[in-house]
């Protein structure tokens, strides 16, 4: 069965740093394109950064340019955002994303 997993959400200080984790199960993730979205209730979902599958070519967000990396494990079959300098503005549920198939996304709260 093809499934993402997300961890690594909580609450942090403005200014702090988390890292997420995406493992993907039931298929190979390094195949695939892989992509961080974020949800803010009554906002719409944005695409946060993205790794390609060839190359490793990143895309992110102009808002977490500079402040938050993309990278993947091939060996453990996850995929990274590291999130520095995180600012109130970061609080959203974040999920990771290949087609159609997405996670149940992590909490990431951030206070002022």
């Known amino acids: 069965q093809v499934q993402l997993g997300e961890s690594g959400g909580g609450l942090v200080h403005s200014g702090g740093s988390l890292r997420l984790s995406c493992t993907a199960s039931g298929f190979r993730a390094n195949d695939y394109h892989i992509a961080w979205f974020r949800r803010v209730p009554g906002k719409q979902r944005e695409a946060v950064s993205c790794i390609s599958s060839h190359d490793g070519t990143t895309y992110y967000h102009d808002s977490v340019k500079e402040r938050f990396t993309i990278s993947r494990d091939n060996a453990r079959n996850t995929v990274y955002l590291q999130m520095n300098s995180l600012e109130p503005d970061d609080t959203a549920a974040y999920y990771c994303?290949?087609?159609?198939?997405w996670g149940k996304g992590t909490l990431v709260t951030v206070s002022s």
């Open positions: 994303n290949v087609y159609n198939v």
